[in-house]
T-cell receptor, first 117, second 113 residues
Framework: GAVVSQHPSWVICKSGTSVKIECRSL??????MFWYRQFPKQSLMLMATSNEGSKATYEQGVEKDKFLINHASLTLSTLTVTSAHPEDSSFYICSARDNRVGNQPQHFGDGTRLSIL | AQSVTQLDSHVSVSEGTPVLLRCNYSSSYSPSLFWYVQHPNKGLQLLLKYTSAATLVKGINGFEAEFKKSETSFHLTKPSAHMSDAAEYFCVVLSNTGNQFYFGTGTSLTVIP
């Protein structure tokens, strides 16, 4: 089945550091990628939707300058958490789908646990 | 607007007994519905999907779900629970534009040995 690779799986860094998370679709072309944030024992919160070659669409309350999203190719999207602070610590999950085929599900990466000291 | 409601935040079953995880949807059109499973510290894995074909959908790991329009439900079932089924389960509906997914709040399944 479709595979989405997310890297790194876990990162610990100091406050003020910028962290980049990569999301790759390995065996299909991802016209759309989604970035989610998940707090412990809660559902996924959609942060932004990105279409290949276009600017990402951010959900209300998500800071565009804080969470930079790039979707430059059909197989790669990146999320950069700029100047991360402890409150940014969370589990971040990406997903990808090929919008050109109807009713396709999202395929999820394994997530990135971000811990800011 | 589309939405899904997962009626139980937590379900406990004994190993070998049936599993029922409930999901009701709200949609003004014929929806596409999905069930995902999430194990601890992992992403979500697709269990099955309904896209207006057969109303009884079979998924992986012995799970299946039945789409019932009259009840606006899409409950997930499995005849016999295994310990490895313990996880978080999410019911998801696809928007009518085909580009946005709406997640339920999740149901945590515990399997008792």
């Amino acid at each position: 089945g479709a595979v989405v690779s997310q890297h790194p799986s876990w990162v610990i860094c100091k406050s003020g550091t910028s962290v980049k998370i990569e999301c790759r679709s390995l065996d299909f072309q991802a016209t759309t990628m989604f970035w989610y944030r998940q707090f412990p024992k809660q559902s996924l919160m959609l942060m932004a939707t990105s279409n290949e070659g276009s600017k990402a669409t951010y959900e209300q309350g998500v800071e565009k300058d804080k969470f930079l999203i790039n979707h430059a190719s059909l197989t790669l999207s990146t999320l950069t958490v700029t100047s991360a602070h402890p409150e940014d610590s969370s589990f971040y999950i990406c997903s990808a789908r090929d919008n050109r085929v109807g009713n396709q599900p999202q395929h999820f990466g394994d997530g990135t646990r971000l811990s800011i000291l | 607007a589309q939405s899904v409601t997962q009626l139980d935040s937590h379900v406990s079953v004994s190993e070998g007994t049936p599993v029922l995880l409930r999901c009701n949807y709200s949609s003004s059109y014929s929806p596409s519905l999905f069930w995902y499973v999430q194990h601890p510290n992992k992403g979500l894995q697709l269990l099955l999907k309904y896209t207006s074909a057969a109303t009884l959908v079979k998924g992986i790991n012995g799970f299946e779900a039945e789409f019932k329009k009259s009840e606006t439900s899409f409950h997930l079932t499995k005849p016999s629970a295994h310990m490895s089924d313990a996880a978080e389960y999410f019911c998801v509906v696809l928007s009518n534009t085909g580009n946005q997914f709406y997640f339920g709040t999740g149901t945590s399944l515990t399997v008792i040995p």
